[in-house]
């Protein structure tokens, strides 16, 4: 089966990696890939949104599957142009429509659609320039801590959380009437504070059925301790020991079911991962928020545990089978820990040669590649989070060890990494 891959981050490199051990796939093309996903199948150099470009590369390639990365063309509608194309309809398509993606691109969206379907999250209001004024008053009055979200894709930075009312609403006049996160913050939605701890889980459905694949927590903060600036995340850990059986039931129940039921009901077209942000708040899950694709670096983690067959996964999922499958996961512990250029996530330099990545490791232990490109025979930095070392033991420890144990024989001008992923579970 003819498969392309898009994306070029640590969550693709995984993805390719897993999709190339399928006996469906020959060959895989990632679009545009990285130094790592050049070893799993054939780099190709796209635009992620320029949807002419691809769809030409899927018609002249024969491609049977495309699988959707990251969520911006996803948000702009990628799977609607390709079922408009009669060339390009009948291509196995994973990722949502355009509809289904705004569960990721618009927060207000995704606020209603819980509210309509009562999915536990925490209180909220939405304003625009309109109701500014509104918003002002409705600020003055709220609970402490406040927590304002850009209504659209913000990079992931679209999120703050104020302390006091002075802050938010200096926050808030930043965002709307400043364009802080461009047009993103147009909309913002207030909500009150969870105050709990999280878990990532992860579902792949086909818009009817869906299974359930293995969670994860990751950890957003660039200093030890969960201190410093938010990042992109400096790690993650699968499976997470608070999420026990009984906790997972309750998700199921009072978040997966009638979300994916939701999106039956309301004839949304879905056939993809649903990344659910989930809090814990006195034993009961709440959603944060929505994904419309799979996180990084979870994937890292999630993606390794996954025994059964992705592209086989996929085929059920589009051809709305998923009720058939039962998924097999690996039971041991899986860390990640990533290693990003000095500066991140603020100003960073790229181009920093990179050694050690062909030294010998555990067998227990993969690199994926984020922020790299070969250049001159040389794999080189080209990005914040540069690359992640996953590693698998039965305990977090272990695992731990395994993982910075590689990390120390790899080596770049300026790499830094936290080394006390999982520390509250060591």
């Not at 994306?7 to 679009?31: C, D, F, M």
């Not at 190709?44 to 390639?61: N, P, Q, R, S």
């Not at 995704?110 to 509104?134: L, R, W």
């Not at 600036?229 to 790690?235: L, Y």
């Amino acid at each position: 089966m003819n498969i392309l891959l898009l994306g070029s981050g640590g969550r693709e490199h995984a993805l390719a990696w897993k999709l190339n051990q399928s006996v469906w796939t020959n060959p895989l093309y990632i679009a545009p890939g990285n130094a790592g996903t050049s070893q799993c199948g054939i780099n190709v150099d796209l635009d992620i949104t320029d949807f002419d470009a691809i769809g030409k590369f899927c018609e002249e390639k024969k491609i049977e599957m495309l699988v959707v990365g990251p969520e911006e063309p996803l948000v702009k509608g990628l799977c609607d142009y390709f079922k408009s194309k009669p060339s390009l309809e009948k291509i196995f398509f994973i990722g949502p429509s355009k509809e289904g993606a705004q569960l990721e691109g618009s927060k207000a969206f995704a606020k209603a659609f819980m509210k309509k379907h009562n999915i536990p999250t925490a209180g909220y209001k939405e304003f625009t320039v309109d109701n500014y004024e509104e918003g002002v008053a409705f600020l003055k009055q709220h609970e402490l801590p406040i927590v304002l979200k850009a209504d659209g894709l913000a990079g992931g930075k679209g999120v703050v959380i104020c302390q006091n009312h002075v802050e938010a609403i200096a926050e808030f006049e930043l965002m709307i009437q400043q364009a802080k996160f461009g047009d993103a913050s147009k909309k913002v939605v207030v909500e009150e504070f969870l105050d709990g701890i999280e878990v990532s889980v992860f579902v792949l459905t086909d818009g009817k059925n869906y299974i359930i694949l293995p969670e994860a927590k990751d950890y957003k903060r660039i200093e030890e301790g969960d201190k410093g600036a938010n990042t992109g995340g400096m790690g993650a850990v699968s499976p997470v020991p608070f999420a026990t059986p009984s906790f997972m039931s309750k998700i199921e129940e009072q978040i997966i079911k009638p979300t994916i039921n939701g999106l039956h009901k309301d004839k949304i077209d879905y056939k993809g991962f649903v990344f659910i942000g989930v809090i814990k708040v006195n034993d009961e899950p709440y959603v944060i928020e929505y994904n419309c694709r799979l996180g990084d670096p979870e994937t890292e983690v999630i993606i390794p545990r996954l025994e059964n067959d992705l592209v086989g996964l996929f085929v059920s999922t589009c051809n709305q089978e998923l009720d058939t499958v039962k998924i097999k996961v690996d039971e041991r512990i899986a860390i990640t820990i990533v290693a990003v250029s000095f500066g991140y996530p603020l100003a960073y330099e790229k181009g920093h040669t990179i050694t050690g990545l062909n030294i010998k490791h555990s067998k227990d232990s993969l690199v994926f590649h984020s922020g790299t490109k070969e250049e001159n025979g040389k794999i080189i930095t080209n990005g914040g989070r540069v690359l992640c070392v996953t590693s698998f033991s039965e305990t977090v420890y272990e695992a731990v060890e395994k993982s910075r144990d590689v990390l120390e024989q790899i080596d770049y001008d300026g790499i830094y990494y936290r080394r006390d992923i999982g520390y509250e579970f060591l």
